[in-house]
T-cell receptor, first 115, second 114 residues
Framework: NAGVMQNPRHLVRRRGQEARLRCSPM?????VYWYRQLPEEGLKFMVYLQKENIIDESGMPKERFSAEFPKEGPSILRIQQVVRGDSAAYFC?????????????FGPGTRLTVL | DAKTTQPPSMDCAEGRAANLPCNHS???????VYWYRQIHSQGPQYIIH???NNETNEMASLIITEDRKSSTLILPHATLRDTAVYYCIVRVYAGGTSYGKLTFGQGTILTVHP
């Protein structure tokens, strides 16, 4: 049973380019969360999605960032016109949702470097 | 979510028990205590959670005080591979479901030495 998968693991972009980060949740999980970890800082929540719905985007920057979790396929975190300050590790987590205490399982992360 | 307070760092000798404290004095009745750890830039790893009773699994034990204002994570026999940042988090549980985001603080850097 594969865990949460993220790709690419490392991504290099030049300023002004677009970055697309993908997250495939664990089998049977329908809830996805994205977190960002800036260098030497803690993990910060960005967005919480269910299939085709954004549930909580309170941690998303107001501009250039968007996320989706389509009916089919992985969740995508998209960063337009990247700047050097976007360089960070981006982690995706998934959970079963529904009732119960739904622990989140994290992927290995995508390290984004903006030149 | 309630705020948690943890010591910034702790040391532990290999083979000894590591006891990591957490203060969550403003915790609400509908909030669980979760523990995660992050080993050297890897994705965080779930360890254990609890509401008010002590809990134990194959990784650790969680002791929650009767007033629920603090808790202690216990790694019974620490190994070098347990060196990591340990995060204590409280999270809302209501209506039979645990909700949404995890709010990570600075955590405790646990260093296990030979």
């Amino acid at each position: 049973n594969a865990g949460v998968m993220q790709n690419p693991r490392h991504l290099v972009r030049r300023r002004g380019q677009e970055a697309r980060l993908r997250c495939s949740p664990m089998k049977g999980h329908s809830h996805v969360y994205w977190y960002r970890q800036l260098p030497e800082e803690g993990l910060k929540f960005m967005v919480y999605l269910q299939k085709e719905n954004i549930i909580d985007e309170s941690g998303m920057p107001k501009e250039r960032f968007s996320a989706e979790f389509p009916k089919e396929g992985p969740s995508i975190l998209r960063i337009q016109q990247v700047v050097r300050g976007d360089s960070a590790a981006y982690f995706c987590a998934s959970s079963t949702g529904g009732t119960g205490v739904n622990e989140q399982f994290f992927g290995p992360g995508t390290r984004l470097t903006v030149l | 979510d309630a705020k948690t307070t943890q010591p910034p760092s702790m040391d532990c000798a290999e083979g000894r028990a590591a006891n990591l404290p957490c203060n969550h004095s403003t915790i609400s009745g509908n909030e669980y205590v979760y523990w995660y750890r992050q080993i050297h830039s890897q994705g965080p790893q779930y360890i254990i959670h609890g509401l008010k009773n002590n809990e134990t699994n194959e990784m650790a034990s969680l002791i929650i005080t009767e007033d629920r204002k603090s808790s202690t994570l216990i790694l019974p026999h620490a190994t070098l591979r347990d060196t990591a940042v340990y995060y204590c988090i409280v999270r809302v549980y209501a209506g039979g479901t645990s909700y949404g985001k995890l709010t990570f603080g600075q955590g405790t850097i646990l260093t296990v030495h030979p």
